[in-house]
């Protein structure tokens, strides 16, 4: 079971960016998929998930401005992320929970420049 992440870059303070996680070796429909991000120096800390019926939920402080989708095949999931700001620069990770195990990709670095 592999995740793997893509997306990530540098983008001035109000751009936007859209991360891509691609999920193989299983299939990930019947199951939750997710973002975390952790900046320089801060723990990992949760952004967004998405339930295999659609649900989303998210971080307050990023509500607004982050949508988090899956692909049709519910083995993609994504995060489009509007409005970034400075203290959004940070390496995320999806991850997704499969047969009772958390799975994490590798990781995709966003730098946003003020």
């Known amino acids: 079971v592999q995740l793997q992440a893509s997306g990530g870059g540098l983008v001035q303070a109000g751009g936007s960016l859209k991360l891509s996680c691609a999920g193989s070796?299983?299939?990930?429909?019947?199951?939750?998929m997710g973002w975390y991000r952790q900046a320089p120096g801060k723990e990992r800390e949760w952004v967004a998930r998405v339930a295999p019926g659609g649900q989303t939920d998210y971080t307050d402080s990023m509500k607004g401005r982050f949508s988090i989708s899956r692909g049709s095949a519910k083995s993609t999931v994504y995060l489009q992320m509007d409005s970034l700001k400075p203290e959004d620069t940070a390496v995320y990770y999806c991850n997704a929970i499969y047969r009772g195990r958390t799975y994490w990709g590798q990781g995709t670095l966003v730098t946003v420049s003020s």
């Open positions: 070796g299983a299939s990930f429909r019947t199951n939750y």
